[in-house]
């Protein structure tokens, strides 16, 4: 990958797998989906903002797949709706917004239990698809990773909950490091969430995996100059679109590692492109 200094820089594309919804999110929700299908379920419900790409990938699962989906969204009706939150209703999600309060009660137990009965009967998935059920399916992406990359010593992908990383964890070859790049500010628990993930998939055996909390530029969701103006320019000159929540912070974080000789221009990388490109639209400059 040349141009914008990343030397000997493979991104593995995700965004170009899923459908509708391209990207690890899919990934996440496999188990769930087929869960759903043993059990005869008919309705998945999940949580998320109004640019959330793990509703997105929800909605568009359900949609191929015949199941009945909802949308528990952050955020009462005069926020207004979101581009992902049409595309979601097109396909059939029901969309229940509630007050930005009432969403912080989503990992409680009470609560979870209401939604169950209110919505029953259904299925209902942790927000972003954060569980043991999520990180198996991501271990899908290291057996990709086997087969197209099976020498690729350090591989880095973007990190919001953490989920995807566990799932590569217990998956890539043993000899690989894996580094996650943040997405998000002041996350002081994300190492245990990933250590908890792999614990519970009792795989056997992880291999090496940081997790790098300095290049969230902001906060989730947030953009500084510096990341916009790399964004723009690894567009211009790579012609991959990049969306600036995920694998924008991560790309950029690869290639400030990469010019601080920190990290050899020379040694092999592999980087994972997560997708989430339909999250572009909340971004003005990107469009």
């Known amino acids: 990958m040349l141009g914008v200094s990343l030397g000997a820089v493979s991104l593995l594309r995700l965004d170009r797998t899923g459908g509708l919804a391209p990207g690890n999110k899919s990934f996440k929700l496999r ?28 909605a568009a ?3 191929q797949h015949g199941i009945e989906t909802v949308g528990i969204v952050r955020g009462g009706a005069d926020e207004g709706e ?25 990992n409680d137990s009470a609560y979870q ?40 010593d350090r591989i880095v992908l973007p990190v919001g909950t953490g989920t995807t990383l566990a799932g590569l964890a217990s998956s890539v070859p ?6 996650g790049i943040s997405a998000l500010k002041g996350a002081a628990d994300l190492e245990q969430r990933v250590a908890s993930l792999l614990a519970a998939q009792d795989r ?15 906060g ?13 320019a690894f567009e211009a000159v790579q012609g991959v679109q990049l969306e600036p929540v995920y694998t924008g912070k991560m790309l950029f974080a690869i290639h400030q590692l990469i010019q601080s000789g920190e990290w050899d221009a020379t040694a092999p ?16 400059w990107l469009n």
């Open 31 to 58: 188990a769930y989906v087929a869960q759903a299908g043993r059990c005869g379920v008919e309705r998945l419900v999940s949580f998320g903002g109004a640019w959330s790409n793990h509703l997105h990938a929800l």
């Open 204 to 218: 056997g055996r992880e291999v090496r995996w940081t997790i790098r909390h300095d290049f969230h530029c902001g």
């Open 61 to 63: 699962l359900g949609q």
């Open 269 to 284: 990388l592999l980087a994972i492109h997560t997708g989430g490109l339909q999250g572009r639209r909340g971004y003005p």
């Open 82 to 106: 979101s581009a992902m939150m049409a595309d979601a209703a097109a396909w059939g999600m029901r969309i229940h917004r509630v007050s930005r309060t009432e969403y912080r009660q989503r």
């Open 113 to 152: 239990q209401a939604l169950r009965e209110y919505f029953a009967p259904c299925l209902l998935i942790p927000e972003g698809g954060a569980s043991v059920a999520g990180a198996q399916g991501c271990a899908d992406i290291g057996e990709i990773i086997r087969r197209v990359a099976p020498r690729a």
């Open 220 to 232: 989730f969701a947030r953009v500084n100059a510096a990341l916009r103006e790399f964004i723009l």
């Open 174 to 179: 043993a000899h690989s490091e894996i580094v």
